[in-house]
């Protein structure tokens, strides 16, 4: 997790299991999302042309988009900052053992009162339209707006087949074909079903106005 100096960090991730050959389709993806978002610019472009994958003795693969300041780009007056890694899965050992993370961080203090913990008025909108934008290029997993405390458990959920961290998110937009698994979601959250896909939300933290 990337600390910003400014203080915490909050998260909208998703994930793609990747092996050598397909990443970049999976990078292309990201890269459509982030137009679409209307966060891209000369720095995001030569770092995503320059992505690289390459291991070291043990079988972890490190990525050249790894500092996300330089990337930040205003988006509905906010600050955002894509960032990608690749996480080898615990023991695996074999080249499709691999994912991608696709993260877009946010400072927390622009999204949440410090006060009272309760998320500002314009952060709904701004979160649920930027994670329809993942949720429109990536399917393979759930799109997680987290906290600092949250991040990343989404993808332990589903690399080490670990269900009780499904619901570490205070928003996600969870794609039709996981319904089954997000079908009956702990007293702490609420769902919402739609066509194509599910709502689902930290029902204490996220209290969207009427």
Not at 68 to 74: E, I, L, S
Not at 133 to 147: N, S
């Amino acid at each position: 997790m990337i600390r910003n100096e400014m203080g915490e960090i909050s998260n909208i991730q998703t994930y793609a299991k990747v092996t050598e050959a397909n990443c970049q389709a999976a990078l292309d993806k990201f890269a459509h999302a982030l137009k679409a978002i209307g966060l891209w610019n000369e720095a995001i472009a030569e770092s995503m042309a320059s992505f690289k994958w390459e291991r070291d003795e043990v079988g972890a693969v490190f990525s050249t988009f790894t500092a996300p300041p330089d990337y930040a780009a205003r988006v509905h007056d906010m600050q955002v900052s894509p960032y990608v890694f690749i996480c080898l899965l615990t023991g695996a050992q074999k080249s499709d053992d691999y994912w991608l993370a696709f993260n877009l961080y946010l400072e927390t203090e622009e999204l949440q009162n410090f006060y009272n913990g309760e998320y500002y008025q314009e952060t709904y909108p701004l979160i649920k339209s930027i994670t329809l934008a993942m949720h429109q290029a990536f399917d393979e997993t759930g799109v997680y707006f987290t906290d600092e405390l949250q991040d990343m458990e989404a993808l332990e959920a589903f690399s080490e087949k670990d269900l009780s961290k499904l619901w570490e998110f205070d928003y996600a937009i969870i794609p039709n074909h996981l319904a089954v698994i997000y079908s009956k979601p702990p007293v702490t959250h609420s769902i919402k079903k739609h066509e194509t896909h599910i709502e689902a939300w930290y029902t204490q933290r996220w209290k969207e106005p009427v």
